[in-house]
């Protein structure tokens, strides 16, 4: 995941045996330097803030579910704790997380009600919460500038919800009425692929789809299988 100023890269390898988080020049430039010894079967960078400061990063919680962690990236010569700590950490999963662009407020995905939904909340956390699919949600992508967030719905609709920011997390965040945009294609993906890329002018989607013409390859199911190893 490149950082926002685009001379950065962090990403998860398990080149140890467990997951740890990487970053390095995007240049080349100089040695990789060990972001978070993770230490887990899983894990991964989410998202980076746009002031360059926090990356967010999902990793499988030993008595919880899936959890979103923060990451500390000081500036060069500041002191301070920089060890990373638990953004949201619940016996739910909660994943899919991703910085608001003013980075008061981060979007994400959590089962919490028995399905997936997309919520937002403060960042750091200040007990303001808002639930933004109804029906099922999940994967949200905030417009660039702020103005809407996106997310796939149960049904794999590309939703868009208008999303007036506040200029704290203290207020509060004024949300509209989800409406549809379009279909998703339904492919088989990385559980840490995302399913779509929103534009910065929020009007372009890239997402991945079957080449013109072509159809998915033909599923085949073998019965009485245990049969045929007589012969």
Do not use: C
């Amino acid at each position: 995941m490149w950082s926002p100023d685009g001379l950065r890269v962090v990403w998860a390898s398990n080149r140890a045996g467990a997951f740890d988080l990487f970053v390095k020049s995007a240049n080349g430039a100089g040695p990789e330097q060990l972001l978070v010894k993770m230490g887990a079967p899983a894990g991964w960078p989410e998202d980076w803030s746009r002031d360059g400061r926090f990356i967010l990063y999902q990793i499988p919680g030993a008595k919880t579910g899936q959890d979103l962690w923060i990451a500390l990236q000081p500036s060069e010569g500041a002191g301070g704790d920089s060890r990373p700590f638990p953004y949201l950490q619940t016996q739910f999963d909660e994943k899919h997380g991703r910085f608001s662009p003013d980075s008061h407020w981060v979007a994400y995905t959590s089962n919490e009600s028995g399905r997936e939904e997309v919520y937002v909340q403060s960042f750091p956390p200040s007990g303001a919460k808002f639930q933004i699919s109804t029906g099922g949600g999940r994967e949200p992508q905030w417009r660039k500038n702020g103005t809407e967030l996106f997310y796939i719905s149960e049904d794999r609709t590309l939703m868009a919800v208008p999303v007036q920011l506040a200029s704290s997390a203290s207020e509060p965040l004024q949300v509209g009425q989800p409406k549809p945009l379009l279909r998703v294609p339904v492919l088989d993906t990385f559980i840490v692929g995302r399913s779509y890329e929103v534009g910065n002018d929020g009007q372009r989607f890239l997402m991945p789809a079957l080449a013109s013409g072509a159809t998915a390859p033909p599923l085949t199911v073998v019965l009485n299988w245990q049969t045929q190893l007589k012969k």
